[in-house]
């Protein structure tokens, strides 16, 4: 089966010729190879009709279609298991700025600074950036350990 995100259309089509898979009689010369997926898209397409991927970045100039191809890249990289320096750094970041947040939070119940409506909005946006830091940490950390990269077959 022809796989892999990274293959331009010819590495896909040699593939496809060197497992004997039958190409589609009906492509016309203008067509291209997903870069995902490796289904045959034609001239006009922007977006891979099978697998949503877009076919290229620059290839629209529509907002709302850029905005989905740059989420799906975005999620195509979260996808991805990270790098051992991109789980260092983001230990780096988020950690400290989670021990800071909770500080605060905990400065906010001890010291009782600010009043009333203040103190409570202050502790509570404390609490809740430092849950989003350490939700980012668990999850980057979680990817890094347990990735399980995704087969081609697994993807339909």
Do not use: H
């Not at 016309?28 to 891979?48: H, Q, R, Y």
């Amino acid at each position: 089966m022809l796989s892999g995100y990274n293959d331009n259309p010819i590495r896909l089509i040699n593939k496809a010729m060197q497992e004997n898979i039958r190409l589609p009689e009906d492509i016309d010369d203008e067509g291209t190879v997903c870069p995902a997926c490796a289904a045959f898209i034609g001239s006009n397409e922007v977006f891979c009709p099978s697998c949503r991927a877009p076919i290229s970045l620059l290839s629209n100039t529509d907002p709302l279609q850029r905005i989905q191809t740059e989420g799906f890249l975005y999620g195509k990289a979260v996808e991805a298991k990270p790098k051992l320096i991109v789980l260092i750094g983001v230990w780096a970041l988020f950690l400290p700025a989670a021990f800071i947040c909770a500080m605060w939070a905990l400065l906010v119940v001890s010291e009782g600074i600010g009043s009333g409506v203040v103190g409570f909005m202050f502790f509570w946006v404390a609490v809740a950036a430092t849950l989003f830091f350490l939700v980012i940490i668990y999850r980057v950390t979680k990817n890094y350990i347990k990735f399980e990269p995704k087969r081609f077959e697994d993807m339909d």
